[in-house]
C-alpha cells in the first residue's frame, strides 16, 4: 500500500493527505495515481459527504516533481499529463465538495491543485506562486479554467506571464485563497468548512457544484487541451534548459526552441 497519500475520517469528511514531505509534496507519477485513486475512492463512498485535501511536512505541494522530469517525446509525456488531469477529473466531476487546506508551499500545480477546490482554506504563512514557466512549461491540472475563474482572466494572465510569489495575505486579496488563518491552523479551520457542509441536502449540494463546475465555459475541453499543450512543451529545448537550470541552481536562459 503506497504512503504516498493518506487518508483519515473525521466522521462525514475524509482528510486526504499528500505525503512526499521530504519534497514538500512535490508531484511524481506515484503520486499523481495514487491520489487519483483516492479521490475517486471518496467520492464513490456513501459514508463520505466532503473531502478535505491537505499536504504532510508544512507544505501543501511543491508542483511536479521536477527531478523525474526529463525530455521527452509527445506520446511518452500524454499518459503522465493525462494522470495529472485525473486527479482535476475526480475534483471536478465527483459528487462531494473538496476544500484544500494550504500551509507552505503551493507552486506551480501546486496552485493548480489547491484552486481546483470548491473551497480554499490557506494559513498567511502560505505561499502561492504559478511558476511553470521557469521550467519552459505553461501550466496544467486545470489552471486555465480555475485561475481565471477566480481571479478574472486579466489577472489570470498576468500570474501566468509574470509569475510572482503570492502571501498568503496577497492571494486571498486577489480571490485566489477564500479563508485566511493563521499559520498552522488551516486543516482544521477546513475540517471545521466541512463538517457544517456534510450537514446539508447531499443531493442538493452535488447539483450546485455539477452546474457551478460547467460554468461560464467547459472545463473539459480545457483538460484536453492542457494535455496537448503539456505533450508539446515537454519536447522543447526551453523545457530541457529548464529543468537542468533547476538542478544546477541556476537561471534558466530560453530560446524559444
Known amino acids: 500500500m503506497s504512503e504516498t497519500v493518506l487518508t483519515e475520517d473525521r466522521g462525514p469528511v475524509r482528510v486526504v493527505t499528500l ?20 479521490l475517486e475512492s471518496a467520492m464513490s463512498d456513501s ?3 466532503v473531502v ?20 521527452q517525446p509527445p506520446e511518452q509525456t ?6 495529472a488531469q485525473r486527479v482535476i477529473r475526480a475534483i471536478w466531476g465527483g459528487t462531494k465538495p473538496v476544500i484544500t487546506a494550504v500551509e ?20 498567511r504563512g502560505a505561499v502561492f506562486n504559478t511558476t511553470f514557466t521557469g521550467v519552459g512549461l505553461a501550466g496544467d491540472m486545470g489552471i486555465f479554467s480555475s485561475l481565471p475563474a477566480r481571479v478574472g482572466p486579466a489577472v489570470a494572465r ?18 485566489l485563497v477564500d479563508q485566511l ?35 461560464p465555459a467547459d472545463p473539459w475541453q480545457t483538460l484536453e487541451r492542457e494535455v496537448d499543450l503539456q505533450a508539446e512543451l515537454f519536447d522543447t529545448d526551453d523545457f530541457a534548459e529548464g529543468v537542468l537550470a533547476f ?11
Do not use: H, Y
Open 247 to 257: 538542478r544546477e541552481r541556476r537561471t534558466a536562459i530560453f530560446q524559444g526552441r
Open 104 to 123: 507552505g508551499f503551493a507552486f506551480g500545480a501546486g496552485t493548480s491543485l489547491a484552486i481546483a477546490a470548491d473551497r480554499v482554506v490557506a494559513s
Open 78 to 83: 500524454i499518459p503522465r499529463a493525462e494522470a
Open 52 to 71: 478535505v485535501l491537505t499536504g504532510s511536512g508544512g507544505s501543501f505541494c511543491a508542483g511536479g516533481d521536477i527531478s523525474t522530469m526529463q525530455r
Open 158 to 175: 498576468q500570474l501566468m506571464l509574470l509569475p510572482r510569489r503570492l502571501s498568503g495575505q496577497e492571494a486571498f486579496d486577489l480571490g
Open 19 to 38: 505525503n512526499r514531505p521530504g519534497k514538500r509534496n512535490a508531484i511524481d507519477l506515484e503520486l499523481r495515481i495514487v491520489l487519483a485513486e483516492t
Open 181 to 215: 488563518v493563521e499559520p498552522g491552523a488551516a486543516l482544521e479551520a477546513a475540517v471545521e468548512d466541512a463538517a457544517i457542509i456534510a450537514t446539508g441536502p447531499p443531493l442538493a449540494i452535488s447539483g450546485i457544484k455539477s452546474l457551478l463546475t460547467r460554468w
Open 47 to 49: 459514508s463520505v459527504r
